[in-house]
């Protein structure tokens, strides 16, 4: 069954997601029907002389008990949001373990930094305790392809397996690579997402040094807000060509219709319109699909005083009329900024958003900043009849990828 | 010019692509041509010659930010407080 293109239809057959609201994607989704928000203050570590005290934690992850493979628990935490995610996503989508055709799938899962707790940990060791030597793991749990080779060795996956790195956009890239893949025939199934666990003292320092994070809350499109707040957690998909799950009799969720990617080429930190503008347009494009068809658009929305007004300038310009009629929010207000898990949890937030005919608010949103004038769905979600959603992920560098899916086939 | 805003406009030229040598007390900051990144590197610069801590978020519009005179003027007030944890009640 092929797009008029001579291409695949390529289809979401799995969900999981680690959240700061939820450790796995029912959960998740059902916080953000209660408007939850999961940033608070830090519990998990000690700190210290920071300034900035808040961050969407994942709490009450427990590896012995979240993670049931005994080698994935000996990963860093990032892989250990993975694992759990992505155990999630495969027995969510019927697939056998270990799989069957094993050269047949991918396992792309990204991380924006990696071990990032381990290399912190691996550091005081070495340069404040003087240990003699590093925990043997040190190595293994720091690689940011450590996740997706855990995730592949776990379900018997032998096709591509590495990790995608683009900052605050890497889920998104994963999962374009991943439907890439399928499309064109290369494997029938893939594991797609990304993880991210960078809430260490040292890592928030190297953040607070670069003056973006707000110390009160993530309030994107808001008046008042003054940066972002870091979390942590997964989002990873199984997404798989449309005949195959037809066949072996999977539940479709949604299908992945388009996907756009572009970079700025400008600017580290400031973000361009152009790159956003034309990733979302790529996407449309290759959806085959009309702006006015969008239903919901589940924005970057940092909460940064450059990303929000700049997203918002790139929707106008991509939906015209319809930017005013369209229905945007941030779920960054609730689950924080997952940085390179964002766009994976915020696909599922679509495709769920899709399923339920419910578009979840941007929370904290009393007073919209005067230069933020669309709907954004403020602190109250909505019941829609949703049937095409779009996910924008904007990362440092001007990296820009964008999905749009679509209601399963019928 | 005393010595701290002597230093302060040598670390500003420092990180100016053009430096201009007519920097005075009351020039603008948006003058000198000075992006985001350049700010959080000028501060950082500051907070390191002069072991300070300088409470500032790049997403809001400081008044301490709008000459040359008022970040001497901010510097100088922390360096006398001795506040070395300026930033921590931010």
């Known amino acids: ?410 | 010019m005393d010595e701290v805003a002597t230093k302060i406009i040598d670390i500003l030229k420092k990180h100016m692509k053009e430096p201009k040598d007519d920097i005075e007390l009351s020039t603008p900051l948006t003058d000198l041509s000075i992006e985001s990144l350049d700010l959080a590197m000028i501060v950082f610069d500051i907070e390191d010659t002069f072991g300070i801590e300088i409470p500032y978020n790049a997403n809001e519009e400081v008044e301490d930010f709008k000459t040359v005179g008022s970040v001497v003027e901010r510097v100088k007030a922390l360096v006398d407080a001795g506040d070395a944890a300026g930033a921590a009640n931010a």
Not at chain 1, 146 to 166: L, M, N, Q, R
Not at chain 1, 218 to 235: D, I, M, Q, W, Y
Not at chain 1, 357 to 382: A, H, S
């Open chain 1, 1 to 410: 069954m092929t797009k008029a293109n001579g291409l695949r239809r390529v289809v979401v057959t799995g969900l999981g997601a680690v959240t700061p609201i939820g450790l796995d994607a029912n959960e998740t989704w059902s916080a953000m029907k209660a408007g939850k928000c999961g940033v608070g203050r830090i519990e998990n570590f000690d700190l210290e002389d920071l300034y900035i005290h808040i961050a969407g934690e994942v709490k009450g992850f427990d590896p012995a008990t979240h993670v049931s493979s005994r080698k994935v628990q000996y990963g860093d935490r990032y892989s250990w949001f993975a694992g759990r995610a992505a155990e999630e996503a495969w027995t969510h989508a019927g697939l056998p373990t270990p799989y069957d055709e094993p050269y047949r799938a991918a396992c792309i899962i990204g991380s924006g930094a990696g071990g990032h707790s381990t290399i912190e940990t691996a550091y005081r060791d070495l340069f404040i305790k003087k240990k003699k030597a590093t925990n043997p793991l040190t190595l293994l749990r720091i690689i940011g392809s450590s996740a997706s080779a855990h995730v592949g060795i776990e379900y018997g996956i032998k096709g591509p397996t590495f990790g995608t790195c683009s900052a605050c956009s890497t889920a998104t890239h994963a999962i374009g690579v991943v439907y890439d893949y399928i499309r064109n025939g290369l494997v029938d199934v893939g594991v797609a997402g990304a993880s991210e666990a960078v809430l260490t003292y040292g890592s928030m320092r190297t953040w607070q040094a670069m003056r973006v994070l707000s110390p009160e809350g993530c309030f994107p499109f808001s008046k008042k807000r003054n940066g972002t707040v870091l979390a942590e957690g997964a989002g990873i998909l199984i997404l798989e060509d449309l005949e195959h799950a037809q066949k072996r009799g999977a539940t479709i969720l949604a299908e992945l219709v388009g996907y756009g990617m572009s970079s700025d080429s400008k600017d580290m930190v400031n973000p361009d319109v152009e790159g956003p503008r034309s990733a979302m347009q790529m996407a449309l494009d290759d959806a085959g699909l009309e702006p006015s068809k969008v239903n919901y658009l589940n924005a970057h929305g940092t909460a940064t005083a450059l990303n929000d007004v700049n997203e918002t300038n790139a929707i106008k310009m991509v939906f015209g009329d319809h930017a005013k009629d369209l229905a945007i929010s941030s779920t960054k207000s609730m689950t924080g900024h997952l940085l390179g898990a964002g766009g994976g949890v915020e696909a599922i937030t679509c495709i769920k958003a899709t399923q339920e005919g419910w578009i979840p608010p941007t929370i904290g949103l009393d007073e919209p900043d005067p230069k933020c004038d669309l709907d954004y769905v403020p602190n109250v979600g909505r019941d829609a009849d949703v049937k095409y959603t779009m996910s924008n992920s904007f990362a440092f560098g001007g990296l820009n990828a964008v999905l749009v899916f679509g209601l399963p086939p019928a």
